[in-house]
């Protein structure tokens, strides 16, 4: 236990503080509960639905019409008659070729920068591996196959095949390698045999992986919230019923899945064995050759096995006592799409050169070609096609992250190919359009083309009904998940969009890795902390509006608040700012100040109620003259309390710590909110909210703004970047981990003057740059907000920025200095986040420069009595003034007294 005590020969029997366990059979006023929600909430919802669907749908067939035309315009450009033989025409095929090369490198391009973004080279901690050798080598043979697959269905199937619904129709056929070796491996579809929803137990960050139903004996009895939510009858049955019945229905559902699997694999091999039946001619077996090659080759480089297989890390060990969730997805991406951008335009080439494709295509036209083809004021189609199907992959990530899977990710999936198809055919009888897409046949009557395209569709597209239906439909969300839980790779495709995500999709979330908040909010505590010195009667009453509150909204978490009075204590007394707090306690929190209990503790006294609702309540009045002064050491209490006086009934993984101030202002929604981005990732250490300041005149009006700045800029660029450095006290929370690896350290004592800037000057920002060299990740959430009073006075305006400005430079200096360190040991941190906040310690180093230069530029220009002179005489002179002023104000800060220098301060 960390020690704050004056002397230390403080006796052992210390008085009991444990608070009061709050019973579990507390009755719950239904009437209080939140209702079902308004015709209004369930409109806006249902109207969000439609929208995340209809865009879903509408860039999943815009994608795959704008490729089919792009493959129509490019054997459109090869039978130009006018332009026979010409330069022209050379020119324009070479622009054509290089725009569909194009459409398929870039997915390629955005997975390589996000990879490099999100894990790249300068991620150099555990958790961001390389893959093992032999991923490696696999994955050059896997993109070789993509690579070679998606040239041949482009270049030879798309552009030669003689109607654009057929095309659209045989992309489905991309299933075989995935059926087969799921059949093979005796599975269920596209995944292993354990789903997460599987298994009755509950996730928690304390025990992530949970029961196994499969293995009776480890099961265990889930508790009443959890075997609510799995299964309603979870109360009424026994442990082993429950295992058995879970058995039972396994194997059920997996005979199930192999013969729906037998099925799909069948109609795969059908739908294209089709083509090959009626379209076997001598003409056309080129086109089925290609095509066969192109749907293996294709199969077999996104079968989920083998991509999963890439991403197999290179080490896996253990980061200390922090769960980290080791793969090499990020830095196997950066291969891989690597591969893909050189292995796509080199095929492309090498096949125009070898085979010349049937277009007619000059090799010695490429370079005019490719110059050409970035010339896109006469072709849309190739933009539609970029962004839709990019909106198409936002969009399903999207969906997915807040549980919106069924609307805007499978139903545009299934819908996509069918609604393109019958789309085709509508703009084939268009005329005005009709010339975008291919729409002939070599048949005596058009029956038998819909005949043919009728035959295939069907059974393609039950095919991939059944992979999408066991694959996607069935797989279980948790709010808030990250992409890389979702999805295998960090990819996607044009013009297989909808078939890559489906197969890129993960069949069940790793519970070793993934935590869903909900689960593990009924195991998780938290202790609201507040410190308090001479705040004033409406600022507590603030506070204590704010805890009662939280006790209404009758939260799923367990909570307790706690209220660290410094100097309010004087030996077995309360002074008056401590009786000033005691008189507000019955008008706001509704209790009997005769009710609360009083226990002398060495650091003073100790005071506790129940509120109405539950809510355990504790106010800490420290005696001076026994403990240490000031915030930090407040703050140190308070921490040491939770994790050592209180280690017995907590878990350090499901703790949390609320600090706050003494005269904040805010709402429960804002605190579950910050729970839940903390629950959502064990690597997160602490989440702080935006803070809007209260208060009038001027000075107020000039902090609102730069309270703005810094959260809507300054928080979100460090967020994005890296991680947050400053969670400030009086909104935040602080995971209790965290905050024990770090506590021996923040309660050290000055021993250098460098060490009162970070540690005294700037608690806040020194107990957060403590924990990012530690390895933990500080997050912002914008929607959590809160109010405080700001400073209205340019006394303690002063005072307070004279403390931020000073710590805030040390603190950055330090990080920047331990940069290497930093880097090595937290998965947030990489050189370009360093490299910001270097930045922004080289600016805050020459403002005062920039501002002395700025005004005196300003004022030779205003007063300058000789404006055609090209003499610099008045900016020089204004500039020797301003400089000498900041000196001697240097000086006073240095040498005089806090009142000297207020005084000088509001001269100036």
């Not at 040239?151 to 619904?165: K, L, T």
């Not at 137990?201 to 293995?215: M, V």
Request: glycine share 6%.
């Amino acid at each position: 236990m960390v020690s704050i005590m004056e002397d230390n020969d403080i006796p052992e029997d210390i008085a009991e503080t444990t608070p009061l366990t709050v019973e579990t059979d507390v009755p719950q006023d239904t009437d209080t509960q939140p209702k079902d929600p308004s015709w209004i909430r369930k409109g806006v919802y249902f109207l969000v639905r439609v929208f995340l669907f209809a865009f879903g749908l509408t860039s999943l067939v815009l994608s795959k019409l704008s490729f089919v035309a792009l493959a129509k315009e490019l054997r459109n450009s090869t039978l130009t008659a006018q332009l026979a033989n010409s330069s022209v025409r050379q020119t324009k095929i070479a622009a054509n070729f290089w725009r569909i090369v194009f459409v398929l490198v870039i997915p390629s391009v955005y997975s390589l920068l996000r990879c490099i973004w999100c894990g790249g080279i300068s991620r150099t901690t555990k958790s961001y591996p390389w893959p093992v050798r032999k991923a490696v080598v696999g994955g050059i043979f896997v993109a070789f196959a993509e690579s070679v697959g998606l040239n041949f269905f482009a270049f030879i199937v798309a552009v030669r095949m003689p109607n654009s619904a057929l095309t659209i129709i045989l992309m489905c056929g991309v299933f075989g390698g995935s059926i087969l070796s799921q059949l093979l491996q005796n599975h269920c579809f596209v995944g292993r045999p354990v789903s997460r929803s599987a298994s009755p137990q509950r996730a928690s960050l304390s025990n992530p992986s949970g029961a196994h139903p499969s293995n009776p004996s480890s099961l265990e009895e889930p508790d009443a919230v959890s075997a609510g939510k799995l299964r309603p009858d979870a109360k009424k049955s026994s442990r082993w019923a429950k295992a058995n019945k879970n058995v039972e229905r396994f194997v059920k559902n997996h005979r199930y899945r192999i013969l729906a699997t037998c099925v799909a694999l069948i109609f795969q091999i059908g739908g294209v064995g089709v083509l090959f039946v009626i379209e076997g001619t001598r003409e056309s077996w080129g086109i089925l050759v290609s095509l066969l090659v192109a749907l293996v080759l294709l199969s077999i480089a996104w079968c989920p096995s083998i991509q999963e297989f890439l991403n197999t890390p290179e080490v896996q060990k253990d980061q200390g006592t922090r769960r980290v969730s080791h793969t090499a997805r990020w830095k196997n991406g950066i291969l891989t799409s690597t591969w893909r951008l050189v292995f796509i335009p080199v095929v492309a080439v090498a096949m125009s050169a070898i085979s010349n494709l049937g277009l007619d295509i000059d090799v010695t036209y490429l370079e005019q070609g490719f110059r050409q083809a970035f010339d896109l004021s006469e072709d849309t189609i190739f933009l539609v096609n970029i962004f839709s199907t990019w909106g198409a992959f936002l969009i399903a990530w999207f969906t997915c992250t807040v549980k919106m899977d069924k609307v805007g990710f499978v139903l545009p999936l299934l819908l996509s190919t069918p609604v393109a198809v019958a789309t085709s055919f509508g703009l084939c009888n268009t005329q005005d359009v009709s010339g975008y897409l291919a729409c002939g046949h070599h048949y005596k009557h058009p029956a038998e083309l819909y005949g043919i395209i009728s035959a295939s569709l069907v059974l393609l597209w039950i095919s991939q009904i059944i992979c999408c239906l066991f694959y996607a439909a069935r797989t279980k969300l948790i709010p808030l998940v990250k992409e890389q839980d979702l999805f295998i790779q960090c990819y996607y495709n044009c013009p297989f969009t909808d078939q890559s995500l489906m197969l890129n999709r993960k069949v069940e979330l790793d519970d070793s890795k993934v935590v869903d908040p909900v689960a593990v909010a009924g195991d998780s505590r938290v202790f609201v902390c507040t410190t308090m010195y001479r705040e004033t009667i409406d600022e507590q009453r603030q506070l204590l509006q704010s805890i009662r509150r939280l006790d209404r909204h009758r939260p799923r978490r367990k909570f307790e608040s706690h209220i660290f009075f410094d100097g309010g204590a004087n030996r077995d007394s309360t002074t008056e700012f401590a009786n000033q707090l005691f008189s507000v306690l019955e008008e706001v929190l509704e209790i009997a100040l005769s009710d609360g209990e009083k226990w002398e503790t060495p650091y003073g006294l100790q005071f506790r109620w129940r509120l109405p609702d539950g809510l355990e309540f504790f106010v800490h009045l420290k005696d001076p003259s026994k403990v240490k002064k000031k915030k930090r050491w407040s703050q140190v209490m308070y921490m040491s309390y939770v994790l050592d006086h209180r280690s017995s009934d907590i878990d350090d993984d499901n703790t949390f710590i609320l600090t706050t101030d003494a005269d904040i202002v805010f709402q429960p929604d804002s605190v579950e909110m910050i729970l839940d981005l903390l629950c959502r990732d064990s690597l997160v250490g602490g989440v702080c909210g935006r803070v809007h300041p209260l208060g009038s005149g001027p000075l107020v009006w000039y902090q609102k703004f730069d309270y703005a700045i810094g959260h809507w800029f300054q928080k979100v660029a460090e967020d994005v970047l890296g991680s947050v450095m400053c969670c400030p006290g009086c909104f935040s929370v602080f995971r209790a981990r965290a905050i024990r690896e770090v506590l021996p350290i923040y309660a050290s004592n000055v021993e250098k003057a460098k060490d009162f800037l970070t540690k005294d000057m700037g608690e806040d920002r020194w107990l957060c740059t403590l924990m990012v060299e530690s390895g933990w990740r500080l997050e912002y959430a914008a929607g959590a907000e809160s109010s405080t009073f700001c400073p209205d006075n340019f006394e303690e305006f002063y005072k307070q920025r004279r403390r931020w400005t000073p710590s805030t430079l040390a603190n950055l200096m330090a990080l920047c200095s331990n940069a290497t360190k930093v880097i090595k040991n937290n998965d947030a941190v990489s050189i370009v986040f360093i490299l910001y906040q270097a930045a922004m310690v080289f600016s805050t180093i020459i403002a005062p420069g920039t501002v002395i230069l700025v005004m005196a530029a300003g004022l030779s220009y205003a007063f300058d009595t000789a404006p055609n002179n090209n003499s610099n005489s008045t900016f020089v002179a204004f500039l020797i003034i301003f400089i000498l002023v900041s000196l001697a104000f240097g000086a006073i800060c240095i040498y005089c007294r806090q009142d000297t220098q207020l005084m000088a301060a509001k001269v100036l």
